[in-house]
Nanobody, 122 residues
Framework: VQLQASGGGLVQAGDSLRLSCVVS????????MAWFRRAPGKEQEFVAA????????YYADHVRGRFTISRDNAKNTVYLQMNMLKPEDTAVYYC????????????????WGQGTQVTVSS
């Protein structure tokens, strides 16, 4: 399966962005989809995930209440709506997929997009 992330950009603190991840090669309905991010000088970290049915979503503490993950199985696309952005949200954001289930560990995910840069200025 191939993942193509987009939607990043340069915004000011308090602004919003919506990231998209288009999946090709397989229907995303069979995958758990997630977003991770890597800030300069830091390790890759889990941001959010959504299960196959979209009935369950999971968020890292530092984005809960500000970010919303969703999926459109008909469009083979997963989204990350990011509101009230902070400078510490600056990172390259990656979408990822796996068939094993929810995990915050990057190694569990076997398909990754190329990343999209999000920069939040203060």
């Amino acid at each position: 399966v191939q993942l193509q992330a987009s939607g990043g950009g340069l915004v000011q603190a308090g602004d919003s962005l919506r990231l998209s991840c288009v999946v090709s090669g397989r229907p995303i309905s069979s995958y758990l989809m997630a977003w991770f991010r890597r800030a300069p000088g830091k390790e890759q970290e889990f941001v959010a995930a959504v299960t196959w049915t979209t009935s369950s979503t999971y968020y890292a503490d530092h984005v809960r209440g500000r970010f919303t993950i969703s999926r459109d199985n008909a469009k083979n696309t997963v989204y990350l709506q990011m509101n009230m952005l902070k400078p510490e949200d600056t990172a390259v954001y990656y979408c990822a997929a796996n068939k094993q289930g929810l995990s915050v560990r990057p190694i569990v995910y076997d398909s990754w997009g190329q990343g999209t840069q999000v920069t939040v200025s203060s």
